[in-house]
């Protein structure tokens, strides 16, 4: 069983930055894709981006060129780093990976973009 945990959320305002982190743990024996996906008040789960093992990175357009994603293999993370921040990027980020055929998912983080 593979646990993901996420932090790094919070209140920020429009044109500002946060830098997200999930960790993995537990029995752990190859992670494959690592990604982040969001879900805003009302609407549903969506992709934001992901990294492959080897580094292949996918945003979604909304966010390319203002997130980065990222990841520590030696250390099963990930991260992504969100800059320029605006008000419709406020949502619930969960972090998601693939381990042996399985999909695991987090909790989730809150971001709040202020005006």
């Known amino acids: 069983q593979v646990q993901v945990v996420e932090s790094g959320g919070g209140l920020v305002q429009a044109g500002g930055s946060l830098r997200l982190s999930c960790a993995a743990s537990g029995t752990i024996f190859s992670i494959g894709i690592m990604g982040w996906y969001r879900q805003a008040p009302g609407k549903q789960r969506e992709l934001v981006a992901l990294?492959?093992?080897?580094?292949?990175?996918n945003y979604a357009d909304s966010v390319k060129g203002r997130f980065t994603i990222s990841r520590d293999n030696a250390k099963n993370m990930v991260y992504l780093q969100m800059n320029s921040l605006k008000p419709e990027d406020t949502a619930v980020y969960y972090c998601?990976?693939?381990?042996?055929?399985?999909?695991?998912w987090g909790k989730g983080t809150l971001v709040t973009v202020s005006a």
């Open positions: 998601t990976l693939d381990d042996n055929g399985m999909n695991y």
């Open positions: 990294i492959t093992s080897g580094g292949s990175t």
